[in-house]
């Protein structure tokens, strides 16, 4: 909406900032805080009402958590309405790359939002249907990835791009819609598993909108991608503004989710969140620089699915409780250390994913 005024720059000079990516982020990160700040509150207070018990609490799992039984869930909603209307106030809503982010990102919220529905419900970890879940979060994915071919015009629509190699791509052709699926999926599953503890997940998802924002704003741009090397994608720079909405609604969640939480994130935020992430890189082709900058969602993923494998075939565990953070709680370590010590890790791999954009 705000971009518009921009348009009004010829008759009133002032109107011009309106215009820029980076003034538009800015205002997007306040009105995100703001909105959270203001309403978060009362959304703890209607959702603490109407879940009752709250969030079902693990039995098997770390002693210190039962002390969260009764908290309330589906902290998404604040996260997701702050982003939303700082979003829809301060992009450029005639960029089609815009929408298919916010469809995604909604598309998964609402995905997330009856799966904690289902657990609040009937008081039971069992959620939505693990296949009838992936089926429809795949095809939300899919639509989204034909969407990204179809708008970049380029010949390397379909193509990968590879950090540290400087022309290097891959074409993929018609398998290049399931693998960036996959992406998409698998990132949101990633952050939705790594929201296990209080501000655990939502600070290095701020990580990666920020590192995510700055690869969108100059992959963006022909200049700045053209001197560093990587793929020039015309219009995926707006999506920075998208970026900047989450960070400062995540901002205004942390002030509610820091220990003791006064509100869980919820599916309704890890697998919204998640999924905006891999569209974005899909989008601005760094897919595989996702791995790197969510290199801790990765391992929190990696580390189920080799427990999963390691059972089945063995009977024996690997780690001690996976996602990973719970075996570094059982093996001694506070919950204020799992956390902070992994924001750490996020920032060191947000440096890494970064550097490999002048790294060619």
């Known amino acids: 909406m705000f971009y518009f005024l921009g348009q009004l720059a010829d008759q009133i000079s002032a109107l011009n900032v309106f215009r820029y990516i980076t003034f538009r982020t800015g205002g997007a990160i306040m009105t995100a805080l703001f909105f959270v700040f203001l309403f978060g509150p009362k959304i703890i207070a209607s959702l603490r009402i109407r879940q009752g018990h709250g969030q079902p609490i693990r039995a098997d799992g770390p002693e210190s958590h039962l002390t969260k039984k009764g908290t309330p869930t589906m902290g998404g909603l604040m996260i997701l309405s702050g982003a939303l209307v700082a979003a829809l106030l301060w992009s450029d809503l005639s960029n089609p790359y815009v929408w298919v982010v916010i469809c995604v990102t909604l598309g998964f919220g609402a995905i997330g939002f009856y799966d904690d529905y289902l657990k609040v419900t009937k008081s039971s970890h069992k959620g ?9 979060e795949f095809l939300i994915a899919a639509l989204a990835a034909y969407a990204v071919t179809i708008l ?58 920020a590192s995510f924002g700055l690869i969108a704003y100059l992959s963006g741009n022909a200049v700045f991608a053209n001197y560093l090397q990587i793929h020039h994608v015309s219009g995926t720079g707006e ?8 960070i400062g609604a995540g901002l205004g969640f942390l002030w509610f989710n820091a220990p003791p939480a006064a509100i869980f994130m919820g599916d309704t935020g890890s697998l919204a969140l998640g999924g905006m992430i891999g569209a974005i890189a ?22 189920v699915i080799v427990q999963v494998i390691s059972f089945k075939l063995t009977g024996k565990r690997v780690f001690r409780m996976a996602p990973i953070h719970h075996h570094f709680e059982i093996m001694g370590w506070t919950e ?11 920032v060191v791999l947000a440096l890494l994913g970064l550097a490999t954009l002048k790294l060619r």
């Open 128 to 136: 939505f249907g693990g296949k009838a879940r992936l089926g429809l």
């Open 152 to 209: 970049d015009a380029s010949e390397y629509s379909e193509a990968i791009a590879f950090p540290f190699l400087k022309e290097f791509t891959f074409n993929l052709g018609l398998i290049f819609i399931p693998f960036a699926a996959f992406v998409i999926v698998g990132a949101g599953n990633a952050v939705n598993l790594t929201d296990g503890l209080d501000g655990l997940a939502i600070v290095p998802v701020m990580i990666a909108c």
């Open 239 to 246: 999506l920075a503004v998208i970026c900047g909405a989450v």
């Open 282 to 303: 899909v989008a601005t082709k760094h897919e595989i620089v996702l791995a790197i900058i969510g290199g801790l969602f990765v391992l929190e993923a990696v580390s």
């Open 336 to 346: 204020s250390q799992v956390v902070i010590r992994f924001w750490i890790i996020s």
